[in-house]
């Protein structure tokens, strides 16, 4: 019977309602995994060793020599038990002398080894830690549409901190255990090889309990990540809604929820302590019978029961054969011990590496891996003069920038027309699209207004123009070249983007009014600030060096997006994409924001998604979105005239709705 259907687990964790198993991110429906998956788990974490080889190659190097330090302690006491049983003198004192010295040695040994590979461990998994994050990074837009960030979260910190236990809890040392294991049994079976088989007949059943519990380990490790993620998630979700949870007195309502998740939670570690403590307890009686054993049976051969002068000199051995039985389950013990260390770093691992295999890449992070792949192919199978006619597609990034920014420059001279969508259709999910067929141009200086109802596709079309996604049908240009022609970060470089919910980061507001510029233009910013009124925001705040909190909790909504018009004028893109965000602040921050918005278009070629007709109407062309199809296109006196969707929405927030965007016609 497998782990996973076994009756005996003990009490199961609570049933959870349906947004419970929603926080679940992952189903539990793996197998308990072989040694060979094992095997190949760890196989993979030696790429981010191999840096540290040196330092792993001299912990490795250690580890012998710290066991022979204990191997030769219990035959020196037997040696000791003898000289002093023969009134030697002289030999007892040289075992004194002995044993003083290799204890030093395995002190010595053992604290060089535990340090080298801790200081291994710790770089190793920063180096994992650091790749994962930048893998993360890599991954498009959609990935986190769709993934709790309780989970990410989860992989980069527990999971990585999972896989640190391996070194930090000398889990790595169990070749020294076994060194260990291997030097005992030697050395049992030359003092006394009859011995030693009695006290080896406890063995099958210990192999047989622990490769038990290993299995049932292993599944219950799995859990526990599971339950760990899914907590993760709850109280990411919940510590950002918390206004919300306060505004609706949902206190107790979400305190019982968590009391769910966390019960789940403490159940999953239930079950690995249950096992834990079985396994050493099992691991502690079989040693407990072993030295028994070989007690009475050393007593029965030596004749003890008669005290006659031969049993004696039986006493150095069985001391010797007791230490040794000692030392012998002492590594069995940490074994057993470092086994369910090793379980839960390698369930870890299944994790991380499962989130390293998600091969949903940006188009930046795609294209430098095709890169990648060319210039190694180029590499094996060409020549040098291969090479260099191959040079133009196997350049760096940087070079690539250059160029499609020399591109872009010259198509630019050529045409008006800056973005162009040609029959775009585009869906999130395969079989229910956003955008339907949509085609429309926005000429060099030009502002053009989008509007519709929300989740008409506005943002959408953005998001296609920054190609942080990709259309199914059709094109997105700009300059007349299709964004998937350019190389993403020129692209990128060429946008001034103005969110709705403007995020600012932990840190200064010179940070984040300059984001990538390692050597901010003081004076430029100075500049920008009074352009677009933010000059006694800065200084009521305590001038560019003053401190944003997370998220920028610190600042208002209006204040946050004063400061996204001002990192936007800053970057002097050529095309401002700006998703308008007045309609929920008072008059007077709407009339600072109106003015900032006007500095940021003036000159720029610019796609505003409007939620206030004073923007809408100063626009050069309205182009209206309905259920994601362009239905009208024109000037507002245009569309008004025509009678349709505009001029729906016009009249509704003419009479008074707070927002035309829920009252557009169906």
Known sequence: MSASTRPSEGTRPPAL????????????????????????????????????????????????????????????LKRAIDAMLADDAAGLRFVVIAFAGVLAFEFVTRFAQTYVLQLTGQRATADLRAALFAHVQKLRIAYFDRTPVGRIVTRLTNDVDGISELFASGAVTAITDVLTLVGIVVA????????????????????????????????????????VAQLNSYLSEQVQGLPVVQAFGREADCAAEYARVNEAYREANYRSIRYDALLYSVVQSVSTACVALVIWFGAVRAGWAEADGHSALAVGTVVAFYDYIQRFFEPVRDLATKYTLIQSALASAERIFSLLDTNELDAPAREALEVQV???????????????????????????????????????????????????????????????????????????????????????????????????????????????????????????????????????????????????????LAQVLRDVGASALVDKRGGLGARVDERGKNFSAGERQLLAFARALYRDADVLLLDEATASVDSETEHALQRAADVALAGRTALVIAHRLSTVERADRIVVLHRGRVVEQGTHEELVALGGVYARLHQLQRGGTASGETALPA
């Open 188 to 227: 049992m079976l030359w003092i006394d090889w009859q011995l030693s088989l009695v006290a080896f007949v406890a063995l099958p059943p210990l192999v047989f309990a622990v490769n038990l519990f290993r299995r049932w380990a292993r599944s219950a490790f799995r859990d526990i990540r599971l339950r």
């Open 374 to 524: 060319a210039d190694r192919s180029a590499r094996v199978g060409g020549s040098a003069g291969d090479d260099s006619k191959n040079g133009d597609s196997n350049r760096d990034d940087s070079s690539s920038d250059d160029s499609s920014s020399d591109d872009s420059s010259s198509a630019d001279s050529k045409s008006d027309v800056a973005i162009t969508f040609e029959h775009v259709t585009f869906a999130y999910r395969e079989g229910h699209p956003v955008l339907h067929d949509v085609s429309f141009q926005v000429n060099r200086g030009q502002t053009v207004a989008l509007v519709g109802a929300t989740g008409s596709g506005k943002t959408t079309l953005t998001s296609l123009l920054l190609r942080l996604h990709e259309p199914q049908t059709g094109a997105v240009r700009l300059h007349g070249r299709d964004v998937r022609e350019q190389a993403p970060r020129a692209l990128r470089r060429s946008f001034s983007v103005v969110p709705q919910d403007v995020f600012l980061f932990a840190g200064t507001l010179r940070e984040n009014l300059t984001l990538g510029d390692p050597a901010p233009d003081e004076a430029r």
């Open 17 to 76: 309602g349906a947004r419970d198993a929603r926080l679940l991110v992952e189903a539990n429906a793996e197998q308990v995994s072989d040694v060979a998956r094992d095997v190949s788990l760890l196989r993979r974490l030696l790429p981010f060793v191999k840096p540290h080889a040196g330092l792993f190659t001299a912990s490795l190097l250690l580890m012998p020599l710290a066991a022979i330090g204990g191997l030769l302690q219990p035959y020196l």
